[in-house]
Protein backbone atom coordinates (compact mmCIF):
# COMPACT_ATOMS: atom_id res chain seq x y z
CA UNK A 1 0.00 0.00 0.00
CA UNK A 2 0.72 3.59 -0.68
CA UNK A 3 1.43 5.98 2.04
CA UNK A 4 0.72 9.89 1.34
CA UNK A 5 1.85 13.21 2.51
CA UNK A 6 0.45 17.01 2.13
CA UNK A 7 2.14 19.77 2.48
CA UNK A 8 2.09 23.83 0.82
CA UNK A 9 -1.22 24.62 2.43
CA UNK A 10 -1.97 28.47 3.95
CA UNK A 11 -2.84 31.30 3.88
CA UNK A 12 -3.35 33.19 0.64
CA UNK A 13 -5.24 36.73 -0.48
CA UNK A 14 -8.15 36.39 -3.04
CA UNK A 15 -6.77 36.28 -6.75
CA UNK A 16 -3.48 34.83 -5.35
CA UNK A 17 -1.66 31.67 -5.99
CA UNK A 18 -0.38 28.34 -4.01
CA UNK A 19 1.16 25.12 -4.84
CA UNK A 20 0.24 21.98 -3.26
CA UNK A 21 2.29 18.87 -3.18
CA UNK A 22 1.51 15.11 -2.22
CA UNK A 23 4.26 13.04 -1.77
CA UNK A 24 4.08 9.39 -1.83
CA UNK A 25 5.91 6.31 -0.21
CA UNK A 26 5.70 3.06 0.04
CA UNK A 27 4.60 0.49 -3.16
CA UNK A 28 5.27 1.95 -6.62
CA UNK A 29 3.50 5.09 -7.13
CA UNK A 30 3.24 5.23 -10.98
CA UNK A 31 0.82 1.53 -10.37
CA UNK A 32 -1.85 4.23 -9.47
CA UNK A 33 -4.25 7.18 -10.57
CA UNK A 34 -4.22 9.90 -8.07
CA UNK A 35 -6.76 12.92 -7.23
CA UNK A 36 -7.17 15.98 -4.78
CA UNK A 37 -10.12 16.45 -2.79
CA UNK A 38 -11.60 18.67 -0.33
CA UNK A 39 -13.50 19.77 2.16
CA UNK A 40 -14.80 22.99 3.83
CA UNK A 41 -15.93 23.61 7.14
CA UNK A 42 -19.81 22.22 7.36
CA UNK A 43 -19.86 20.39 3.82
CA UNK A 44 -19.00 17.29 2.41
CA UNK A 45 -15.52 15.94 0.68
CA UNK A 46 -15.58 16.68 -2.44
CA UNK A 47 -13.62 15.84 -5.58
CA UNK A 48 -11.41 18.51 -7.21
CA UNK A 49 -9.01 17.01 -9.50
CA UNK A 50 -7.69 13.48 -10.75
CA UNK A 51 -4.76 12.70 -12.50
CA UNK A 52 -4.07 8.91 -14.54
CA UNK A 53 -1.17 6.91 -13.67
CA UNK A 54 0.91 7.98 -16.82
CA UNK A 55 -0.02 12.06 -16.43
CA UNK A 56 -1.88 11.67 -19.45
CA UNK A 57 -5.43 12.10 -18.57
CA UNK A 58 -6.79 14.71 -15.82
CA UNK A 59 -10.24 15.72 -15.16
CA UNK A 60 -11.31 18.54 -12.82
CA UNK A 61 -14.02 19.45 -10.89
CA UNK A 62 -16.25 22.24 -12.50
CA UNK A 63 -15.54 24.91 -9.64
CA UNK A 64 -11.46 25.17 -10.24
CA UNK A 65 -11.40 24.09 -14.35
CA UNK A 66 -9.52 26.99 -15.93
CA UNK A 67 -7.44 28.22 -12.54
CA UNK A 68 -6.26 24.76 -11.20
CA UNK A 69 -3.71 22.40 -13.13
CA UNK A 70 -3.00 18.64 -11.64
CA UNK A 71 0.62 17.20 -12.37
CA UNK A 72 2.30 14.33 -11.20
CA UNK A 73 6.43 13.65 -11.33
CA UNK A 74 6.68 9.23 -10.84
CA UNK A 75 10.35 10.05 -10.85
CA UNK A 76 9.58 11.38 -7.25
CA UNK A 77 7.17 9.77 -6.57
CA UNK A 78 4.88 13.10 -5.87
CA UNK A 79 1.76 14.89 -7.15
CA UNK A 80 0.96 18.66 -7.45
CA UNK A 81 -2.02 21.11 -7.25
CA UNK A 82 -1.40 24.53 -8.96
CA UNK A 83 -4.17 26.53 -7.27
CA UNK A 84 -4.23 30.09 -9.48
CA UNK A 85 -6.66 32.72 -9.17
CA UNK A 86 -7.85 31.28 -5.46
CA UNK A 87 -11.58 32.31 -3.99
CA UNK A 88 -12.82 32.51 -1.14
CA UNK A 89 -14.94 29.51 -1.53
CA UNK A 90 -11.15 27.23 -2.11
CA UNK A 91 -10.97 27.53 1.56
CA UNK A 92 -11.03 23.68 2.92
CA UNK A 93 -8.38 21.09 3.96
CA UNK A 94 -6.84 19.24 0.94
CA UNK A 95 -6.74 15.82 0.43
CA UNK A 96 -4.87 13.35 -1.81
CA UNK A 97 -5.61 10.10 -2.45
CA UNK A 98 -4.86 7.11 -4.42
CA UNK A 99 -6.20 3.96 -6.24
CA UNK A 100 -5.78 1.74 -8.56
CA UNK A 101 -8.35 2.94 -11.16
CA UNK A 102 -9.49 6.57 -12.15
CA UNK A 103 -13.27 5.32 -11.57
CA UNK A 104 -12.29 4.12 -8.06
CA UNK A 105 -10.20 7.47 -7.42
CA UNK A 106 -12.85 9.82 -7.85
CA UNK A 107 -15.38 8.29 -6.76
CA UNK A 108 -14.59 6.18 -3.37
CA UNK A 109 -10.42 6.29 -3.11
CA UNK A 110 -8.55 3.47 -0.44
CA UNK A 111 -6.15 5.49 0.38
CA UNK A 112 -5.78 9.06 1.73
CA UNK A 113 -3.17 11.51 3.39
CA UNK A 114 -3.89 13.59 6.34
CA UNK A 115 -4.67 16.61 5.03
CA UNK A 116 -3.27 20.65 4.55
CA UNK A 117 -5.16 23.54 5.33
CA UNK A 118 -5.73 26.53 2.30
CA UNK A 119 -7.36 29.59 3.73
CA UNK A 120 -8.33 32.22 0.72
CA UNK A 121 -8.71 35.50 2.31
CA UNK A 122 -10.77 38.17 0.96
Known amino acids: QVQLVESGGGLVQAGGSLRLSCAAS????????MAWFRQAPGKEREFVAC????????DYADSVKGRFTISRDNAKKSMYLQMNMLKPEDTAVYYC???????????????WGQGTQVTVSS
Open 97 to 111: AADETTAQVMSAPKT
Open 26 to 33: GRTFRDYD
Open 51 to 58: ISWSGGWT
